[in-house]
């Protein structure tokens, strides 16, 4: 079946623009989450939904970043005001419930530039 | 979560098996071992979980140590296609906890032809 899209797969800005990255979860998963990988460094936790409950948003940098998810599908992250070290892949992921004996199922990621 | 430890990376040749090491002295009786990997250019990808047995599936076994604190992911048969960063994580299975899941730096596997 379909995994997890993102689009656009790859997204160059100039600095100060705002940009929106979309991720399509899989159908029927309840659970998405937004993380981002910078050049050579981890992956980082940014936001979490789950169903209907307020999201998590303990891991968004500053509060240029923000994310909704609409229907309980389609989620899309914006990022207002885009400054270099916004430079990232974002990944979005999703999985069947919350709660870790779920595994999460990872998109291709977003990579955007911000020039 | 707990803390893991990994080597940075590691070489092995084709057509052998590999094991990569996790060091996890201070997991909690509520945490699962975890291992994602991610390929090149790729998004991580789940490989493997357990608790306290050894696991076996199709992509790979996970050993785990009596005591926990540390454990093993074996590929058995690498190819190519298993060059990848494998990350291995701790996830308290008490709900709310760990949803998220927090990364570390995790090991490069290089594998040679």
């Known amino acids: 079946g379909a995994g997890v899209s993102q689009s656009p797969s790859n997204k160059v800005t100039e600095k100060g623009k705002d940009v929106e990255l979309r991720c399509d979860p899989i159908s029927g998963h309840t659970a998405l989450y937004w993380y981002r990988q910078s050049l050579g460094q981890g992956l980082e936790f940014l936001i979490y939904f789950q169903g209907n409950s307020a999201p998590d948003k303990s891991g968004l940098p500053s509060d240029r970043f923000s994310a909704e998810r609409t229907g309980g599908s389609v989620s899309t992250l914006t990022i207002q005001r885009t400054q270099q070290e916004d430079s990232a892949v974002y990944l979005c992921a999703s999985s069947l419930d919350r709660g870790s004996v779920y595994e999460q199922y990872f998109g291709p990621g977003t990579r955007l530039t911000v020039t | ?113």
């Open chain 2, 1 to 113: 979560d707990a803390k893991t430890t990994q080597p940075n990376s590691m070489e092995s040749n084709e057509e052998e098996p590999v094991h990569l090491p996790c060091n996890h002295s201070t997991i909690s009786g509520t945490d699962y071992i975890h291992w994602y990997r991610q390929l090149p250019s790729q998004g991580p990808e789940y490989v493997i979980h357990g608790l306290t047995s050894n696991v076996n599936n199709r992509m790979a076994s996970l050993a785990i140590a009596e005591d926990r604190k540390s454990s093993t992911l074996i590929l058995h048969r690498a190819t190519l296609r298993d060059a990848a960063v494998y990350y291995c994580i701790l996830r308290d299975v008490i709900l709310g906890r760990d949803d998220k899941i927090i990364f570390g730096k995790g090991t490069r596997l290089h594998i040679l032809p």
